[in-house]
């Protein structure tokens, strides 16, 4: 029984009976699109680590309260974490239009 709701879902899945026609294999190459998202996908790395890097760093012995002086450090993390949920966004934009 798991086996035929598996199979049903992967069928729905690939879009069976969606068409009349059978679709035929489209193979995906690597763009300019995908090299520039790879590319900010690594700057903001690289910006998130270098900002965790520099507010780890800094050791004082007599602590004190502080404010959120260095707010826009948090930026970079907070694009690469919401990058999957962004990209998700815009593709159902794009299939429900």
């Known amino acids: 029984m798991e086996d035929s709701l598996e199979t049903a879902d992967a069928m729905r899945a690939r879009g069976w009976g969606a068409a009349t026609k059978r679709t035929t294999y489209q193979r995906y190459r ?25 507010a ?20 970079p993390y907070v694009l690469l974490v919401a990058l999957p949920t962004i990209l998700e966004a815009k593709e159902r934009r794009t299939w429900l239009r």
Do not use: H, N
């Open 30 to 54: 690597f763009r300019k699109t995908d090299a520039f998202a790879c590319a900010f996908i690594a700057v903001l790395t690289v910006a998130a680590a270098a900002s965790a890097a520099a």
């Open 56 to 75: 780890c760093g800094e050791f004082k012995f007599y602590p004190r309260i502080a404010g959120f002086d260095p707010w826009f450090s948090y930026i």
